[in-house]
């Protein structure tokens, strides 16, 4: 059964960079058949794609971030990961990370970790 | 971007009854191979989103068989055939058709 797991950074002062990871087990991430997601939900439950990565490196952004968002993989410890420059308040929501089946759609979603921009 | 927007926002139910929810996006979610990249997500309180239907009316694996999607085009709808309490929940729409993939606004489906 795949497991994705996010990690926690809790609280984030405004300016500054939120750096995500999550740890895939149950599946290896460099499979061709999948692309690995970030999604955010906002306090007011909307949910917003943040964007996607394939193992080759290939990525996709939300033009809404403005540039802000990078994501990569890393094979070797079977993790990607999501870093958002720049943050405000506007940041502050749930953010989930999950894989989408090529063909599919997304199929399996970390819990979630709640990210605060506060000073 | 594709809006999606859902109808309606809250869907008060009796047990055992039916509900139905619907979806409509601003174009075609036609994908140029053919399909139509159309799911619907449920969020339990407390949990991550589940997926329950992709490409419009495919059920995910695990998903109980009184739950069912149509449509076409720009106008989908997910039907319960028979609500049961493991139900209540925000039911999202999401289209993956064309980038940057976006989802609709959420329709709470709460017991009588």
Redesign the interface.
């Known amino acids: 059964q795949l497991h994705l797991q996010e990690s926690d950074p809790g609280l984030v002062k405004p300016s500054e960079t939120l750096s995500l990871t999550c740890t895939v087990s149950g599946g290896s991430i460099s499979s061709p058949n999948y692309y690995w997601v970030w999604i955010r939900q906002s306090p007011g439950?909307?949910?917003?794609?943040i964007g996607s990565i394939h193992y080759t490196g290939n990525a996709?952004y939300?033009?809404?971030l403005n540039s802000r968002a990078a994501m990569s993989v890393d094979m070797s410890n079977n993790l990607f990961s999501l870093r958002l420059y720049s943050v405000t308040a506007a940041d502050t929501a749930v953010y989930?990370c999950a894989r989408?089946e090529v063909?599919?759609?997304?199929?399996y979603?970390?819990?979630?970790a709640l990210v605060t921009v506060s000073s | 971007d594709i809006v999606m927007t859902q109808t309606p926002l809250s869907s008060p139910v009796t047990l055992g009854q039916p509900a139905s929810i619907s979806c409509r996006s601003s174009q075609s979610l036609v994908n140029s191979d053919g399909n139509t990249y159309l799911s619907w997500l449920q969020q339990r309180p407390g949990q991550p989103p589940r997926l329950l239907i992709y490409k419009i009316s495919n059920r995910f694996s695990g998903v109980p068989d009184r739950f069912s999607g149509s449509g076409a085009g720009t106008d989908f709808t997910l039907t319960i055939s028979r609500v049961e309490a493991e139900d209540v929940g925000v039911y999202y729409c999401t289209q993956a058709s064309q980038f940057p993939y976006t989802f609709g606004q959420g329709t709470r489906l709460e017991i009588k």
């Open positions: 439950m909307r949910l917003e794609w996709y939300n033009p809404s989930f989408v063909g599919v759609s997304v199929d979603w970390g819990q979630g």
